[in-house]
């Protein structure tokens, strides 16, 4: 069974502060990795993806990605309020392309005016 | 900025009836998606769809459910005798590279 894992939260962090959501997993192979954002009722909102090791930016979002480790953060610099939402880690394995996402059950983040 | 677009919002219909959810993908993409999710569970895979072909379906996508792109420009998913487990937001993705995946709005299916 391929999992993917990450804590529930929530996770509050005050406005202008770093959040850090993390997610591991656990198909060693998996080559290709994005993050979501879901606000609640609302559909998931590709923001990142990685598929090598090492750090992607992308204005106030970093993902990192440490296949050894089997694990992949996403950083939020500078949250504000409206970053208050699910975030979801999301896998793809090997084997080419139209694969399937597997999908962590979310990282709930609060961001505190 | 082009988006996938689903319809309807929300679907109401009785056990055992046929429900079909439709989709429009953005248009230079080639590679199509279906999950689902339960109030408060994950996002689970249903149905990959590529060239005309299924490419990967899950456990859940069983032979109740079967997936078309009646044209160039709609993808559908169908279920032919819904249950009350079945009720659940299905959304609709679209890619290009068939790696990134960008979500429609949903369907809200509920089943009575």
């Known amino acids: 069974q391929k999992e993917v894992e990450q804590n529930s939260g929530p996770l509050s962090v005050p406005e202008g502060a770093i959040a850090s959501l993390n997610c591991t997993y656990s198909?060693?192979?998996?080559?290709?990795f994005f993050w979501y954002r879901q606000y609640s009722g609302k559909s998931p909102e590709l923001i990142m993806s990685?598929?090598?090791?090492g750090d992607k930016e992308d204005g106030r979002f970093t993902a990192q990605l440490n296949k050894a480790s089997q694990y992949v953060s996403l950083l939020i610099r500078d949250s504000q309020p409206s970053d208050s939402a699910t975030y979801l880690c999301?896998?793809?394995?090997?084997?080419?392309?139209?694969?399937?996402?597997?999908f962590g059950s979310g990282t709930q983040l609060t961001v505190l005016p | 900025e082009p988006e996938v677009t689903q319809t309807p919002s929300h679907q109401v219909t009785q056990m055992g009836q046929e429900v079909i959810l439709r989709c429009v993908p953005i248009?230079?993409?080639?590679?199509f998606y279906w999950y689902r999710q339960i109030l408060g569970q994950k996002v689970e895979f249903l149905v990959s769809?590529?060239?005309?072909?299924?490419?990967?379906k899950s456990e859940i996508f069983d032979d109740q459910f079967s997936v078309e792109r009646p044209d160039g420009s709609n993808f559908t998913l169908k279920i032919r005798s819904t249950k009350l487990e079945d009720s659940a937001m299905y959304f609709c993705?679209?890619?290009?590279?068939?790696?990134?995946?960008?979500f429609g709005p949903g369907t809200r299916l509920t089943v009575t």
């Open positions: 769809f590529y060239n005309n072909e299924i490419s990967e």
């Open positions: 248009s230079n993409h080639l590679y």
């Open positions: 198909d060693r192979v998996s080559q290709s």
């Open positions: 993705a679209s890619g290009r590279t068939g790696y990134e995946q960008y």
């Open positions: 990685i598929y090598s090791n």
């Open positions: 999301a896998v793809n394995p090997p084997g080419g392309s139209a694969r399937q996402l597997t």
